[in-house]
């Protein structure tokens, strides 16, 4: 079995340096629990698609897939699947709740303020009160 030592990422920028590549910046993946006091939103997957894609269109993201699923209990579960990575939705309106996972990675440049910014839209759309926030560099 390979064993990778911290020496080996050392080798990869060097690698990158002698084939005149751009530095690796794997992205920023954030998770979110928001608390939602407009419970009609957590039911709403129209909207949320609307949304999404407006948001797609600003920040100049590239859709390559969309799944939505609505739950009998008007909950829905969207992952909208982007050259860039992925943004996926759970809504529980019977816990005033929803999770929201948004990930964008690049090979050219860090996205990092892009996914925070994204994130920050959704926030807004929802009116959310963060009861989670993770950040995890990839």
Sequence with gaps: MLKLSKNYYTFGAYINILMDLPAYSPGLHKLVTLHVDKVQKLKDSNGFVAITNSILEAYQLEKVGVIVHDFDNDSFTISFCLKESHICIHTWPEYNQLTLD????????????????VMADYINYFEGTIIKDFEINR
């Design 102 to 117: 948004v990930y964008l990675c690049n090979y050219q440049q860090d996205n990092s303020k892009k996914v925070r910014d």
